[in-house]
Structures are given as structure tokens and as C-alpha cells.
């Protein structure tokens, strides 16, 4: 390596610490807005393609081609606005309204017939509102650095939303043009360098699609049946079952069987065995039978690797990090395959 070379990749180094120091304060959105953009771009492909068709007996090829593509990736993140972000942004709203009462100690939980039943059986006086607060106390802080924390991070929210959506349009757009462009530019033989595209690919859809997205379900079925039932602080339970419903089998009943019992001992009998029911014969269900058939089978991901990224995620980057921590883990997984695999025909 000759001094010119030397210097340049110095250069490259400076710059791309200087660059991440500059996009830092916002780089779980950057994240997410690539993962959101990765969900979206087969509808892109499909929308664009129905698009170009109809404007191509209007405007010349090239013209309804990039009309098309615009067009599309504009329908999309209005559609995902409409779907996902509005009712997204009510739930956080709702989950954080319920988190800063948790944490004041504040609950509608009839704490008095817990604390009863605990001690009759184990003749024990446990403080159940003291844990309920601590433990609201500490989920607050790792999310947003304490209650009074709320509203900084719920204007920072605002700004990095913007950016992501930014961000996914000509992430649409122009994907495709800067996965071409790293796949030329990487010094790994082209073959390595496909295989670890199509690593990486493979890694974040079982991921993105095999684990968050059905935790995700099992937790609004989850959630749905707590709400029937009477819980207090769905949205509140709900988010902590998205969280554990990554633990296969026994993830969410760590909400819904406390729950269940909780009915039992407040004099709700029937709700309390209805909910233990629904738990046993739907909600479990939901993870037998839709983790197989939605993960990618070349994606073998161990759920104890997801579950270190959710946490470590979350408590790194906030609430976003519930997606893109499992993401980066997984792409070191993607990345160590390769390196085990064609590090002697590099």
C-alpha cells in the first residue's frame, strides 16, 4: 500500500467518523427509515410497475417511469402515515400516558386485593404499588431517560419522524441504485459480495417479518383479550407482551397468566378462566402456528439473539431500538457467516 492509497483510506476514515457524529443524535431513525423502506420496496416494485402502465400511453417511457416511481413511493408513505405511524403515534401517546402514572404509582390495578391474596397464601406483606411504580420508574428511564424526559424525546421523535420519511422516499427511490453501487464498490470478490447481500437480505426478513412482526401479533391479540377482559393499562401490558412475546412460547404469558390470576383474585372468576382460555387456545397459538409459517426458512435466527438485540436496542436508542437493535445483530451474524465461510477465496 503505497502512501496516496494510505492517505485516502485515512481520509475515508475521518470523514465517515466525522459523518456519523453529525447524523448520530438521529440514527436509530436513519435505521429505521432503511428497515421501513426494506418492508415497503416489493409494494414499490409492484405499484410502480402498475403505474408506469398507465401513464405510459400519456407521457414518453423514460417520463412514466420516473412518474411512476414517484408516485409510488408518495402512495406508500401516505399509506403507511394512514396505517401504521397515526395509529402508532395514538398508541405511544396512550402507552406513555399510562407509563408516567405507573411511575407516579398511580394505577387503576387493585393493588389492595393482590397485596390480600399474596399474604393469604404466603402470609408475606408484599408493597405490589411500590414495585408496579419502581418498575414504571425504570422502564421510564430507559425509554426516555426519566418522566420529565417525555417531552424532549417526544419532540425529538416528531423531528426524526420527518427525517425518516425523508428518508424512505428516496430511500425507494434510489435503493436499488446504491445496493448496485455496493456491490461495485466493495474490494470482496463479486460472488462473496453477493452471497453476503443475499446474507444480510435473508437475515433482516427473518428478522423484520419472522420474529418482530409476529410478536408484534401476538401481542395485539394478547392485548385485545386483556382489554375484554377488563385489565386496566392495556396499552401499557400490551407493549411489555410485544417485548417478551420474542421469547417463543412462553413469552407473552408472563402478562396474560399474572392477568388471568389477577381476575381470579379480584372476585372476577369467569373473566379470569375466559382469559386463561383465550391465552391457552389463541394467543399461544398465534406463536405455534404463525412463527413457522411466516419466517424465512434460510434464516435461521435463535431467538436468544433476538431477544439480547431487543433489550440492548431498546435501552441503547429508546423505543426504535425494539426493531433496529435484532437488525445490527443480525447483519454481524449475516457478516460473520461470510467471513467463516469465504475468508480463504478472499
Known amino acids: 500500500m503505497n502512501r496516496g492509497q494510505s492517505f485516502l483510506l485515512l481520509l ?75 395509529p402508532l403515534a395514538y398508541i405511544s401517546w396512550v402507552f406513555v400516558r399510562d407509563l408516567s402514572e405507573i411511575a407516579r404509582g398511580n394505577t387503576d390495578v387493585d393493588v389492595a386485593a393482590i397485596e390480600a391474596e399474596i399474604a393469604a397464601l404466603t402470609g408475606e406483606q ?8 419502581t418498575a414504571g420508574q425504570v422502564l421510564a428511564n430507559t425509554l426516555f431517560g426519566g418522566v420529565g424526559g417525555i417531552v424532549t424525546t417526544a419532540i425529538r421523535a416528531s423531528v426524526g419522524l420527518s427525517l425518516a420519511l425523508f428518508l424512505v422516499y428516496y430511500t425507494l427511490l434510489d435503493g436499488p441504485a446504491f445496493v448496485r453501487w455496493i456491490r461495485q464498490t466493495s474490494p470482496l470478490p463479486s460472488n462473496v459480495t453477493a452471497d453476503l447481500v443475499d446474507r444480510v437480505d435473508a437475515m433482516t426478513r427473518g428478522v423484520v417479518i ?5 410478536a408484534l401479533l401476538q401481542a395485539l391479540v394478547a392485548g385485545v383479550g386483556l382489554w375484554a377482559a377488563g385489565i386496566p393499562n392495556v396499552v401499557f401490558w400490551t407493549f411489555v407482551m410485544a417485548v417478551l412475546a420474542l421469547v417463543p412460547l412462553v413469552g407473552a404469558f408472563f402478562v396474560w397468566g399474572p392477568a388471568a390470576a389477577y381476575l381470579v383474585a379480584v372476585d372476577q372468576v369467569t373473566a379470569g378462566v375466559l382469559l386463561a382460555l383465550y391465552g391457552v387456545f389463541v394467543i399461544a397459538m ?7 409459517m411466516i419466517i424465512d426458512q434460510q434464516a435461521h435466527l435463535n431467538p436468544a ?4 438485540g431487543v433489550f440492548g436496542g431498546i435501552y441503547s436508542v429508546g ?19 461470510t467471513f467463516r465461510e469465504d475468508y480463504d477465496v478472499i
Open 210 to 214: 419472522g420474529h418482530i412482526v409476529v
Open 305 to 308: 439473539v433476538i431477544l439480547l
Open 12 to 86: 475515508i476514515g475521518a470523514v465517515a467518523l466525522l459523518t456519523l457524529f453529525v447524523i448520530s443524535p438521529f440514527i436509530e431513525y436513519v435505521i429505521a427509515s432503511a428497515i421501513l423502506a426494506y418492508v415497503l420496496y416489493p409494494f414499490h416494485v409492484r405499484l410502480s410497475r402498475r403505474l408506469r402502465l398507465a401513464l405510459a400511453d400519456r407521457v414518453r417511457e423514460s417520463v412514466s417511469r420516473r412518474l411512476g416511481n414517484m408516485l409510488s413511493a408518495l402512495l406508500l408513505i401516505l399509506s403507511s402515515i394512514v396505517a401504521v405511524i397515526l
Open 319 to 337: 423505543f426504535t431500538g425494539l426493531f433496529v437493535g435484532p437488525i445490527v445483530i443480525g447483519v454481524l451474524a449475516a457478516t460473520l457467516e
Open 126 to 133: 408484599v408493597e405490589v404499588g411500590e414495585v408496579l411504580a
Open 286 to 292: 398465534v406463536d405455534n402456528y404463525a412463527r413457522p
